[in-house]
């Protein structure tokens, strides 16, 4: 047996060493060397040299963080909880047993598929304040257009609408936990006389909350590093800042004024409101959240 | 959760298929606009369905500015987007798949702490890593080149190895300790048995790894400079950056070209996609 067992720890080792290299080199490396940074001055042309805590007070006073902040909050705010609802509303009309459910499911996911950057593109023509389409409707039922991407008011409203375009993701991961819910437990609320919201309230979403919980988290984190699409939408997150994302100010600090240390410091924030947001989610759901035993 | 009555079943499917419509008008809008005419891009109210089907949009899209100044070079694109996503899929693929053996299915001292360590690190949030990733192959010299972009693949990644693993404790021990017992190498009880029962899982790791590339923005934006080198995201940012606000139909025409394949890829491999995304949701 000691013979094999060496074997094994020799093979093992040698199957992970891959990995040895690149958690040191691409994960723990960076995470070290960027909580260093950003104790530092740093333009990559020169050395960094210690500042202390310079970069989070400077960041404390620093108008554009808190407006990047809240700006990214809004946008985390609206998009997380109104994503999660339409795609758990599409996955439950999906769930009721209608034919066609694949052709109907294709389609709702397509739109997730789309690539960030034709998806910035296509709305943007989509917006567009002289011959976009979206006023043309908008105009048919005598609503008056917001000027979208050009308004202040309305450019990060947009940008929310832009995302419940692509919640097909959460919808079939919803609607794949839906399916495994047992159907004994309807027929048992069937039998109690249910009514269909009370099922929902008490089958349906206790049983298919992990996901929820699940699907809440992944939402939270991806919103908060929003990137690509206002990137090209809003450059420099106009009209007048209102969708400036903290990823953008975050980009632009490190590779457009090369502040590497400033970044840093600014990352690391970031990092910890994400936990910070994941473990509050966890210990609220802590009261909600159903596990089935085993 | 099954609804029985016709009526609700009406309403059901009257808000699907309403839904649906919204869902596709904008890839519809997309199509439409690229095959049109540039004069009627401008009309209002606007035109559907174009009068005249004008595929040379597509041809004029990917050669625009062949003959004057700020020339995109769109196949050039669509070469160096494959290239990358061939390197980066076939190194995601095999390292992942060699890492996950070594943590499912071998004993050794510090496993279960590396591995905790493993998955602890799916929480770090890309931008703590950006800059000194960027400081670190500046230092190799490997800014302007492809190398930032695909080496790190081949070196294994956290979600990846985790899915795999959880996919490789499933097939029966009995099956690999067989194989020892006849004498089979660790590597090649991986090689013949482990992988050809592992084909969906690793399926799903080439495809969303496939997928993650084709789309990846931020990553060629802080790596490439040379305008040669650009990959069709980048690329349809500079082109939008350059020639956006006015010829729509070629914008939207360059758009579709990096949509399509990716939607041609989803109908081939649907069940795979659907499964890959189940499964990541949920084990995940």
Redesign the interface.
Known sequence: MKRLERRQARAGLGFVSPWLLGLGLFMLYPVAASLYYSFCEYSVLDRAHPVGLANYADLLRDELFWKSLGNTLFYAGLSVPLGLGLALGLALLLNSGVRGLTIYRTIFFLPALVPMVALAVLWLWIFNGEYGVLNVFLARLHIPAPGWLTDPAWSKPALVLLSMWGTGQAMVIFLASLQDVPVHLYEAADLDGASWWHKIRHVTLPMISPVLLFNGIMGIIGSLQFFAVPYIMTPNGQPARSAYFYAMYLYDNAFLYLKMGYASAMAWILFVLILALTLLSLRLAGRYVHYEAG | ???KRPL??AI??L??IA??LV??F??F??IS?SLKPVEE??????RWIPSVWRFDNYARAVSYGRDVLGYIPFYEYGKNTILLCVLVVTGTVL?NA??A???AR????G?NL?FG??LA?M??????????????F?HLGWVGTFRPLWI?A?????FN?FLLRQFFLTIPRELSDAAVVDGC???QV?RHIIIPLSRPALAVVALFSF?YT??D??GPL?YLSDQRMFT???G??FY??QH?GTE?HL??A??TI??LP??VL?FFT?RTF?QG??LT??K?
């Open positions: 959760m099954q609804a609700s079943r059901i499917h808000i699907l839904g649906s869902f596709l904008p890839l809008w997309m606009t891009t401008m009309l209002s109210p606007p390292s060699l890492i053996y070594g943590f071998l004993q050794w001292p496993r590396l360590v493993t690190t929480m770090i949030p890309f931008p703590v890593l950006m800059v000194p990733m960027f400081v670190l500046r790190p081949w070196f294994g990644s956290a190895i190498s660790e590597l991986f997928l084709w789309n923005f931020l802080i069709l995201s980048l349809l940012q939008q950056s956006g729509w914008l939207m360059a758009a990096v949509v990716i939607i989803f649907q659907i995304i189940a949701g949920i995940g």
